[in-house]
């Protein structure tokens, strides 16, 4: 009961792995430091745009507080279960990507339509379809053997649609994510280097066709080559980024005393949040943040070295992949190693779709680490484990 009500607090965890457990206490500590710096980053804009300083900070609380409720059902719930209820939500939540492109049912903000208005509430899409394209996925690419042809092609034109809706929104930056992240899956799976090669050069030609029919994205391309070029045009979110990086030099300026998000820095509280956290805590802290992803990472690559099942295994791989892959494309963002995209960071952007899907995928790693290591992982019921039996064979 406890558990639901106070989600941090759970009696249960002294039982889990060593690795469940660390997976846990860090996801707790990285969407701590999230908070932390959301605080600092968002008060000016929304004391501006509200007369509340708390607006979006308090807004924040309430996501995660349903997002934490949510991660402790999915951290006892098996991956079977999970795996039989993810084509079924992959297509309830592909129609919802659908209904967004449809004029005068997708919400349009910044000249992209990638949410749906639900009253006050604004929810995106393609951020509920990444963990159950990483339980797909997982599922598809781990049971390839056992497919037949129609099967194959069935699942590869779906994920296909998936992409090219989240794309038309336009969304160019998720719909690279979210490719990247079923190509790595297919490739931990063992498919022929061919069938990668082929679905590599796929993807490519998709990002360019984009590109070259997309003015903006052009833009961004040749503003990320050189911002300077364009200082307060194309150019200009790049520049206030790197100013407010370079201004926080070694130790930084100080929590709470940035300069730059007070109304010069473009989306200092979702897409350019790191940069805050740049200038705020310097040098070091970007050093100490980096080692958290990395640490992260081994854990989670530790769990899915670990795991025996070929498709938990996949998932484990999956969720990192997003989570950390996520984070790291975000700061490069921020630091003018990739062009400006419009990607949150995990648990420090404001956000509540992206603190939902991202809670859901820690959750989907803790599970595959508790079911794996653990000697007896907390069942649903007294009928013995059974076998997991893939949703798209006649088994």
Known sequence: MWQYIIPIFDPDVKNWSAEARLLRWMTFLWLSVGLVVLFSASYALADSRFDNGLYYFIRQLIW???GLIGFNFLVRLPIEKLLK????MILLVLGLILITLIPGLGANINGATRWIKIGPILLQPSEFMKPFLVLQGAAVFGGWPRLNVNQRLTWIAIFGLILAGILLQPNLSTTALCGITLWLIALASGLPLSYMTSTALLGLTM???SVTFREYQRKRILSFLDPWQDPR????QLVQSLLAIGSGGTTGSGYGLSQQKLFYLPFPDTDFIFAVFGEEFGFIGGILLLIMLFLYATLALIVAVKCRHRIKKLVAIGAMVILIGQSLLNIGVATGSLPTTGLPFPFFSYGGSSS????FLAALLIRVAREENDPDPVPTSKKSPQKTVS???HQ
Do not use: E, M, N, T
């Not at 209820?85 to 079924?88: C, H």
């Not at 045009?233 to 200009?236: L, N, P, R, V």
């Not at 939902?356 to 809670?359: G, H, V, W």
């Open 207 to 209: 990002a360019v066709v």
């Open 85 to 88: 209820i993810a084509p079924w």
């Open 356 to 359: 939902l899907a991202s809670l």
């Open 64 to 66: 995660l507080w349903i």
């Open 391 to 393: 949703v798209f064979s």
């Open 233 to 236: 045009g194309d150019g200009y």
